[in-house]
């Protein structure tokens, strides 16, 4: 099942707690995660993010983690790269192959890049699952960043969506005529996806531009102000 992340930041309990403290409060604390050298603190980000989202806002640990599980893959596949093949000083285990070593300094950094960027996406899961896209944008709005950039970020937050339905059945559809049966099947298959989406998101760009035409578009969306439920 697809993580429906704008449904999540509509129902969670912290929906309706003031928009503005919850982006100043991760967006601060991710600063604060990413000039931070100390892996404790790190660790306690990442922690006090998890409590806020699974205990506070009642957000259910399957959907936290299925948001944090792809940048945690890349992360860990970084850091791996970097505990082999950075460092220049003591070596703490020798692999005694192709001259695959562990050093302490490498050791360090990629426990500390690991937890750092661990906290910096716990404070964007926060955000993201706490906080409506329009309510995000509104506060974007107040503080003055150029409209084309708002109004690009929501038409990229909409297409992506889309986009993500469009691979879903596209992936059925080959899943139901056996094509990712057997490696070779899987890369033909990929490779239909992949230059269907390719038309498809040209098919799809033509109509939101006649849906945008139809109501008016004038080059300008407007941002409107998120109402309050009582």
Known sequence: MALNIDYVAQTNKLRDVNSDLKIVLSIGVMIFALISSYVPIEIAVIILAAFGIMVIARIKPIIYLKFIAIPFAFTAITCVYLLFFFGVGHVIWDSGIWGVVIRQDALNLATLTFFRVFACFSCLGFMALTTPINDFLHALAKVHIPKVFIELSMLMYNIIFIFIVEVETMKDAQKSRLGFNGYMNSFRSLG???????????????????????????????????????
């Open 192 to 230: 239909s996806v992949l230059a269907n989406l390719f038309f498809k998101s040209l098919e799809k760009a033509e109509s939101l531009q006649r849906t945008l035409e139809s109501r008016g578009y004038d080059g300008e969306i407007p941002i409107y102000e998120p109402s309050k439920r009582g």
